[in-house]
Nanobody
Framework: QVQLVESGGGLVQAGGSPRLSCAAS?????MGWFRQAPGKERDFVAS???????RYADSVKGRFTISRDNAQNTVYLQMNSLKPEDTAVYYC??????????????????WGQGTQVTVSS
């Protein structure tokens, strides 16, 4: 099992640049972030693999950056130029397969509890 603990969410203004953190209890092949707005599906946001390959959803590419501290088994999501459309619960994920590649949302191995990010205009 892998336990994931997210932090860094909250209320921010449009254009803000918060950073989310996720600490994992042990290393996995990949880690990433998903988000879910009210009434919508949980969607992929970004992922990073052991090889440091990264993947981003088109909606956040160029604005968000995912990174990893291997020594601490911690993944970060730096969010820049936030828009009201980014408002969602953000979930950290860990998986034994390639998140953001062929891995589906329903098949993700481990989930964090989620952290709310609300962007005001």
């Amino acid at each position: 099992q892998v336990q994931l603990v997210e932090s860094g969410g909250g209320l921010v203004q449009a254009g803000g640049s918060p950073r989310l953190s996720c600490a994992a209890s042990r290393r996995t092949f990949s880690m990433g972030w998903f988000r879910q707005a009210p009434g919508k599906e949980r969607d992929f946001v970004a992922s990073i693999w052991i090889s440091d390959i990264t993947r981003y959803a088109d909606s956040v590419k160029g604005r968000f950056t995912i990174s990893r501290d291997n020594a601490q088994n911690t993944v970060y999501l730096q969010m820049n130029s936030l828009k009201p459309e980014d408002t969602a619960v953000y979930y950290c994920a860990a998986d034994n397969g390639p998140l953001g590649g062929s891995r589906s949302t329903a098949s993700v191995d481990y989930w964090g509890q989620g952290t709310q990010v609300t962007v005001s205009s």
